[in-house]
Structures are given as structure tokens and as C-alpha cells.
């Protein structure tokens, strides 16, 4: 939220300015490969992120493919937008995915979660097929939970929405710890809102 916003909604706290490059990175010892996130860069990545999203696989959850004036346009409104943060995740610095994190009380999924004012959410999308599977998984996704309860150390759960019939991704988040809490109702997909608190997540952690 910016201040403006904040002067005029007392109690909501002023959100900090989004960083800039690389935010995190650790060595995983399965894989024996660094794994990373960086803030996404609109000249750099817009062409990847417009062949991820017009994958099909990718396409069929997101429901958002188009053109690359669009995705361009799309961007540059996400970035403008002090509620939410847009990441490149890496494997040895090659570019795999794109992530969406979030403020959860000021998304779309506030009024269906209990978020407080310092939890936050995340939409996911692996974007290329040799970085894909459970043992990829296993990985990056612990490690995006990582970066988000050591990025703000107030935040006590982190939220997801993945579409209801997305038994994959569900089943990955309930092996990081998420809990599938209730299926609900948004206006263009039935969902199922996930949810991890940081007490579990660091009781089950092996990045502690």
C-alpha cells in the first residue's frame, strides 16, 4: 500500500519498496544446484515470460496468454503495484519460473482467508518443462516459503489459491506443509485456498 493509501486507511501498515535483483539464494544438496530468485526485469524477461504463459500447460491454469505488447502492459501495471512482487526463480542462474507473491489481505484472496496484515501469498509457474517434476519441486518451492518468512519476520502464514482441480500443484503444496483449509469460490476459477504458517514450516525445515 503507499503512503497515500496508508494516511487514508489507518491501521493498514505502508508497504516497504520492492527490492531490486536478486533477493535470494541457497546451495540444495539433493541436487547439488544453486537455486535463486530474482526480481523480474520487463527487458529482460518478456519474452520468456510470454512463451511461458502461451504454453499450453501453463495456459490452461493461468488463463493468461496473449500477445507480447500485452504481457509487456500486463508488467508494467504489476510493477506499479506496491501489494505485490514479481520473482524469477533460477536453477544455477538459468531462468525456470515466475512467481507472484503478494500482500494476502490486500488480494483478491483477503476476504477469504484469516490473513493478517503481514502474510502474504504466492501464485507459481514453472515455465520450463526440463525444470519440471517433484524433485525440482522440492526445492524451490520450500525455498520461496524460505525467502518470504525471512523477508518480513512478522508474517505468520503464507497463502495460495491454485485452482481446485490442480490436484498437482495441491499435492506439492501439502508436501511443503500447506494445508488444503476449504475450496471457494472466485468469479473466474473455483479454488482451494492453501495454507502454511511459519510455526510449521520452520518446526518441519531442514533450512534452520
Known sequence: MSTADALENPGVPIRP????????????TQLCSWISFRTLDIREDLARFNRWQNSPRVEYFWEESGSLEEHRRHLE?????????????CFDD??????????????????????????RGIHMLVGEDHHRGPHKV??????????????????????????????RMIHHLQNTGFDRVRDFDFPHKRAALMSLSRERFFERSSMC
Open 17 to 28: 519498496q520492492k527490492p531490486v535483483g536478486e533477493v535470494y539464494r541457497r546451495h540444495d
Open 138 to 167: 522440492a526445492c524451490w518451492l520450500p525455498s520461496l516459503v524460505h525467502y518470504l518468512f525471512l523477508d518480513e519476520p512478522r508474517a505468520q502464514r503464507i497463502v495460495s489459491e491454485p485452482r481446485s482441480d490442480n490436484d
Open 94 to 119: 538459468e531462468p525456470f519460473g515466475f512467481f507472484d507473491v503478494y500482500w494476502a489481505q490486500e488480494d483478491r484472496i483477503g476476504p477469504h482467508c484469516e490473513a493478517g496484515l503481514h502474510d
Open 77 to 89: 501495471v504489476l510493477a506499479k503495484d506496491p501489494h505485490c512482487l514479481q520473482l524469477i526463480g
